[in-house]
Protein backbone atom coordinates (compact mmCIF):
# COMPACT_ATOMS: atom_id res chain seq x y z
CA UNK A 1 0.00 0.00 0.00
CA UNK A 2 0.76 3.36 -0.70
CA UNK A 3 -0.24 6.65 1.39
CA UNK A 4 -0.23 10.11 -0.17
CA UNK A 5 -0.34 13.24 2.25
CA UNK A 6 -0.77 16.66 0.78
CA UNK A 7 -0.20 20.33 2.35
CA UNK A 8 0.61 23.51 1.19
CA UNK A 9 -3.08 24.51 0.34
CA UNK A 10 -4.33 28.12 1.94
CA UNK A 11 -5.96 31.28 0.98
CA UNK A 12 -4.04 33.37 -2.03
CA UNK A 13 -4.99 36.44 -3.41
CA UNK A 14 -5.44 36.46 -6.76
CA UNK A 15 -1.98 36.71 -8.79
CA UNK A 16 -0.49 35.30 -6.27
CA UNK A 17 1.54 31.57 -5.86
CA UNK A 18 1.27 28.31 -3.95
CA UNK A 19 3.34 25.41 -3.77
CA UNK A 20 1.70 22.06 -3.12
CA UNK A 21 3.06 19.05 -1.47
CA UNK A 22 2.73 15.59 -1.91
CA UNK A 23 4.56 12.72 0.42
CA UNK A 24 4.14 9.67 -0.44
CA UNK A 25 4.87 6.36 2.48
CA UNK A 26 4.56 3.06 2.28
CA UNK A 27 5.38 0.82 -1.04
CA UNK A 28 6.99 4.26 -2.33
CA UNK A 29 9.12 1.94 -4.88
CA UNK A 30 6.34 1.08 -6.60
CA UNK A 31 4.93 4.41 -7.62
CA UNK A 32 5.22 5.05 -11.19
CA UNK A 33 2.55 7.86 -12.20
CA UNK A 34 2.07 10.44 -9.92
CA UNK A 35 -0.21 13.44 -10.34
CA UNK A 36 -3.16 16.17 -9.46
CA UNK A 37 -6.35 16.44 -9.42
CA UNK A 38 -8.91 19.18 -8.17
CA UNK A 39 -12.77 19.74 -7.30
CA UNK A 40 -14.27 23.16 -7.51
CA UNK A 41 -17.47 22.44 -5.10
CA UNK A 42 -20.66 21.63 -7.37
CA UNK A 43 -18.16 20.41 -10.05
CA UNK A 44 -16.15 16.50 -11.23
CA UNK A 45 -12.89 15.88 -10.14
CA UNK A 46 -10.33 17.08 -13.06
CA UNK A 47 -7.06 16.70 -14.05
CA UNK A 48 -4.80 19.23 -13.68
CA UNK A 49 -0.75 17.37 -14.27
CA UNK A 50 0.77 14.23 -14.19
CA UNK A 51 4.45 13.09 -14.26
CA UNK A 52 6.21 9.90 -14.87
CA UNK A 53 9.32 7.64 -13.60
CA UNK A 54 11.78 10.35 -12.13
CA UNK A 55 10.11 13.68 -14.34
CA UNK A 56 10.84 12.93 -17.66
CA UNK A 57 7.19 13.14 -18.87
CA UNK A 58 5.22 15.71 -17.35
CA UNK A 59 1.55 16.30 -18.53
CA UNK A 60 -0.77 19.32 -17.86
CA UNK A 61 -4.42 20.87 -17.83
CA UNK A 62 -4.85 23.39 -20.65
CA UNK A 63 -5.84 25.36 -17.75
CA UNK A 64 -2.66 24.61 -16.18
CA UNK A 65 -0.04 25.30 -19.35
CA UNK A 66 2.31 28.27 -18.14
CA UNK A 67 1.22 28.79 -14.96
CA UNK A 68 1.62 25.46 -13.08
CA UNK A 69 5.40 23.45 -12.61
CA UNK A 70 5.00 19.59 -11.61
CA UNK A 71 7.84 17.90 -10.31
CA UNK A 72 8.77 15.35 -7.91
CA UNK A 73 12.09 14.24 -5.70
CA UNK A 74 12.28 10.65 -5.94
CA UNK A 75 14.74 10.76 -3.05
CA UNK A 76 12.39 12.31 -0.31
CA UNK A 77 9.29 10.48 -2.04
CA UNK A 78 7.45 13.83 -2.20
CA UNK A 79 5.54 15.32 -5.78
CA UNK A 80 5.25 19.30 -6.02
CA UNK A 81 3.21 21.66 -7.76
CA UNK A 82 4.48 24.86 -8.19
CA UNK A 83 0.57 27.11 -9.15
CA UNK A 84 1.86 30.85 -10.34
CA UNK A 85 -0.80 33.37 -11.50
CA UNK A 86 -3.23 32.01 -9.23
CA UNK A 87 -6.69 32.56 -10.69
CA UNK A 88 -9.93 32.31 -8.58
CA UNK A 89 -11.04 29.81 -10.64
CA UNK A 90 -8.10 27.50 -9.37
CA UNK A 91 -10.32 27.34 -5.86
CA UNK A 92 -10.94 23.79 -4.90
CA UNK A 93 -9.58 21.34 -3.09
CA UNK A 94 -6.29 19.67 -5.08
CA UNK A 95 -5.83 15.70 -4.41
CA UNK A 96 -2.51 14.03 -4.92
CA UNK A 97 -2.69 10.71 -6.88
CA UNK A 98 -0.49 7.62 -7.69
CA UNK A 99 -0.02 4.30 -9.31
CA UNK A 100 2.45 1.21 -10.13
CA UNK A 101 1.26 1.37 -13.63
CA UNK A 102 3.35 2.44 -16.31
CA UNK A 103 1.36 2.70 -19.53
CA UNK A 104 -1.79 4.87 -18.56
CA UNK A 105 -3.62 7.93 -19.65
CA UNK A 106 -2.68 10.40 -16.99
CA UNK A 107 -5.42 12.34 -17.28
CA UNK A 108 -7.82 9.55 -16.14
CA UNK A 109 -8.57 9.56 -12.34
CA UNK A 110 -10.09 5.81 -12.35
CA UNK A 111 -6.30 4.98 -13.21
CA UNK A 112 -4.73 6.01 -10.26
CA UNK A 113 -4.69 3.71 -7.19
CA UNK A 114 -4.03 5.87 -4.74
CA UNK A 115 -5.30 9.27 -3.21
CA UNK A 116 -4.44 11.63 -0.85
CA UNK A 117 -7.27 13.60 1.34
CA UNK A 118 -7.01 16.43 -0.09
CA UNK A 119 -5.63 19.87 0.10
CA UNK A 120 -7.89 23.54 0.10
CA UNK A 121 -6.45 25.86 -2.00
CA UNK A 122 -8.37 29.18 -2.31
CA UNK A 123 -8.01 32.23 -4.36
CA UNK A 124 -9.60 35.34 -3.65
CA UNK A 125 -10.30 38.15 -6.49
Known amino acids: QVQLEESGGGLVQAGGSLRLSCAAS????????MGWFRQAPGKEREFVSAIAGSGGRTFYADSAKGRFTISRDNGKNTMYLQMNTLKPEDTAVYYCAATSRTYLIPTESATYDYWGQGTQVTVSS
Open 26 to 33: GRTFSIYF
